[in-house]
């Protein structure tokens, strides 16, 4: 079965502008969770879909938002980007009702 | 609010030389603690879950335990292809029953020398 799959793997950016990412699940797989992971801060949940709603947020500035479509991709956006958004983004899948989350690969953002 | 603090920070063992990685939490009603690998440039790698105070679960040379404040990752024997970042993470129970968000410790950078 094929994992996690996370495009772009690498972006640079420059300050103010806007960045799309994008997932997919492993087949199967109805949830999607979003993760920021810094060197300071670890990783830090930023949100998670289920049937195309948002079902659990974190602490994260409007900016940040997602989406998820009916096959069970979804997208994250990044909107006016400052510099401290430089992070691997890391996205996981998971059966709904079961625990485990499986993790993609990651985009690192780099934001100059 | 839930926390995982894990320690140490960073352990360098030789080859065969056996050691523990410690993993402290506290959450509002565990619904499971998680284990992780981390290589250099990839994502998490799923170890293990871990549901219950007592439980054990056992990988090849890795072993984790839970109690009812923390978990410990045990190595035995390591080989230089264990060193990786291991990350302990915990779910909190939900409110709907549906999937939470996990709660990552920092990370326990494990470096074994051949």
């Known amino acids: 079965k094929a994992g996690v799959t996370q495009t772009p793997r690498y972006l640079i950016k420059t300050r103010g502008q806007q960045v799309t990412l994008s997932c997919s699940p492993i087949s199967g797989h109805r949830s999607v969770s979003w993760y920021q992971q810094t060197p300071g801060q670890g990783l830090q949940f930023l949100f998670e879909y289920f049937s195309e709603t948002q079902r659990n947020k974190g602490n994260f500035p409007g900016r940040f938002s997602g989406r998820q479509f009916s096959n069970s991709r979804s997208e994250m956006n990044v909107s006016t980007l400052e510099l401290g958004d430089s992070a691997l983004y890391l996205c996981?899948?998971?059966?709904?009702?079961?625990?485990?989350?499986?993790f993609g690969p990651g985009t690192r953002l780099t934001v100059l | 609010e839930d926390q995982v603090t894990q320690s140490p920070e960073a352990l360098r063992l030789q080859e065969g030389e056996s050691s523990s990685l410690n993993c402290s939490y506290t959450?509002?009603?565990?619904?499971?603690l998680f284990w992780y690998r981390q290589d250099p440039g990839k994502g998490p790698e799923f170890l293990f879950t871990l549901y219950s105070a007592g439980e054990e679960k056992e990988k090849e040379r890795l072993k984790a335990t839970l109690t009812k404040k923390e978990s410990f990752l045990h190595i035995t024997a390591p080989k230089p292809e264990d060193s990786a970042t291991y990350l302990c993470a915990v779910q909190a129970k939900g409110a709907q029953g549906g999937s939470e968000k996990l709660v990552f410790g920092k990370g326990t950078k494990l470096t074994v020398n051949p």
């Open positions: 959450v509002s009603g565990l619904r499971g």
């Open positions: 996981a899948s998971s059966i709904p009702g079961a625990d485990t989350q499986y």
